[in-house]
Nanobody
Framework: QVQLVESGGGLVQSGGSLRLSCVVSGGTVSRYAMAWFRQAPGQEREFVAATSRSGGSTFYADSVKARFTISRDNTKNTVALQMNSLKPGDTAVYYC?????????????????WGRGTQVTVSS
């Protein structure tokens, strides 16, 4: 059974940075396209960033381009999300997700495995 565990969330001031990490167990992360989604209270889960199986292709939501960077280390079965220049609007629970296809989709319905999430709160 594939399991994803996120860490690295917390409280940060506007303009600050956080680095989220997702550890994959029960499977080889190189077999999955990986993504980060987020969900704020009362809102739908939204796509943030994704990376293909090899890490050669990355995709970002317009709202986080040039501020967030997704990366993966297939030797360590981990995926990270470096978040810079954080804004109060980035406040949400951030989820790591795995997709068995080679190229990640942008819709949460296409993902096969999910972590439980980590809270990110950005104060103004």
């Amino acid at each position: 059974q594939v399991q994803l565990v996120e860490s690295g969330g917390g409280l940060v001031q506007s303009g600050g940075s956080l680095r989220l990490s997702c550890v994959v167990s029960g499977g080889t992360v190189s077999r999955y396209a990986m993504a980060w989604f987020r969900q704020a209270p009362g809102q739908e889960r939204e796509f943030v960033a994704a990376t293909s199986r090899s890490g050669g292709s990355t995709f970002y939501a317009d709202s986080v381009k040039a501020r967030f960077t997704i990366s993966r280390d297939n030797t360590k079965n981990t995926v990270a999300l470096q978040m810079n220049s954080l804004k109060p609007g980035d406040t949400a629970v951030y989820y790591c997700a795995a997709d068995r296809t080679a190229i990640p989709g942008l819709a949460y319905e296409t993902y096969d495995y999910w972590g439980r999430g980590t809270q990110v709160t950005v104060s103004s």
